[in-house]
Every structure is written in structure tokens, then in C-alpha cells.
């Protein structure tokens, strides 16, 4: 197996770019369809390209009126290769607002198969960030 954890983390890098652009389109690209979201509260399947811009322009207005302006990673990524097609992002992230105030925090892991050369997101999973110790 070719060591592809740098690869893992450059696109996710990518994607979280993406997200704080607060535009679902940004997104689309960097999930693989069928795709899952899961929180505490909810499972989301996605399996076509307007039902990931329909979950994430939901996602993404509720964030545009806390005035967000950024999520950003506390610590460090935890990239774990699980064969030359499979991967997993674990990690934690705070999001801000304008004025650089906490909106919410939380844990996620995010399970990506590698596609025609590019990895995709197949399952997100948010979680507290407590369950990362």
C-alpha cells in the first residue's frame, strides 16, 4: 500500500477551504455520491448532487446568520490510511464569527475512498469533541 496520508490531508484542507466559503457549490466536488452526514440529532443520505446542495445551503444559511466567518482546526489532524482506496480525517474544530467570537465547537471524523485519483468524503461524522481524548 503507497502512503497517501498526505494526499488524505491536502484535499480535506481543501474541502474545509471550501466550506468557509459558505457556498454549497464550493462542497459539491469534494463529496463522493452516495454520501452520509451524521450528527448527534440526524442521519442525512445524500445521493444526488442537488440533495448535497440542498443539506449544505441549509447547513451553510443557518452559520450565515451567526455571522460566521471561519471554522478552524484546534490541533493537529489525525490522517489514517486504510488501504489504497480508503482513509479517515479525525479531528476538531471551532467556528467563528465576525468579531472572532466562538459561535460552536465540535469533534468529526470523516471516512474518504479515493475516486478516479481524487479522495472524496463518503461519511461525515460530527461529534463532541470530548470524544477525541
Given at each position: 500500500?503507497?502512503?497517501?496520508?498526505e494526499?488524505?490531508?491536502?484535499?480535506?484542507?481543501?474541502?474545509l477551504?471550501?466550506?468557509?466559503?459558505?457556498?454549497?457549490t464550493?462542497?459539491?466536488?469534494?463529496?463522493?455520491?452516495?454520501?452520509?452526514l451524521?450528527t448527534?440529532?440526524?442521519?442525512?443520505?445524500m445521493h444526488?448532487?442537488?440533495?448535497?446542495?440542498?443539506?449544505?445551503?441549509?447547513?451553510?444559511?443557518?452559520?450565515?446568520?451567526?455571522?460566521?466567518a471561519?471554522?478552524?482546526?484546534?490541533?493537529?489532524?489525525?490522517?489514517?490510511?486504510?488501504?489504497?482506496n480508503?482513509?479517515?480525517v479525525?479531528?476538531?474544530a471551532?467556528?467563528?464569527?465576525?468579531k472572532?467570537?466562538e459561535?460552536?465547537?465540535f469533534g468529526?471524523?470523516?471516512?474518504?475512498?479515493?475516486?478516479?485519483?481524487?479522495?472524496?468524503?463518503?461519511a461525515?461524522?460530527?461529534?463532541?469533541p470530548?470524544?477525541?481524548?
Open positions: 500500500m503507497q502512503d497517501q496520508r494526499d488524505i490531508q491536502k484535499t480535506f484542507g481543501e474541502y477551504l471550501a466550506f468557509n466559503t459558505l457556498k454549497p464550493e462542497v459539491k466536488s469534494f463529496l463522493h455520491l452516495p454520501s452520509i451524521m448527534s440529532g440526524q442521519v442525512i443520505v444526488k448532487t442537488d440533495e448535497v446542495l440542498g443539506v449544505f445551503n441549509v447547513l451553510m444559511e443557518s452559520l450565515k446568520l451567526k455571522n460566521f471561519e471554522s478552524k482546526l484546534i490541533g493537529s489532524l489525525q490522517i489514517t490510511q486504510l488501504s489504497d480508503q482513509g479517515l479525525i479531528g476538531a471551532k467556528r467563528f464569527d465576525k472572532d467570537q459561535i460552536e465547537h468529526f471524523t470523516y471516512t474518504m475512498r479515493k475516486v478516479e485519483d481524487k479522495w472524496k468524503i463518503i461525515g461524522v460530527l461529534h463532541d470530548e470524544t477525541l481524548t
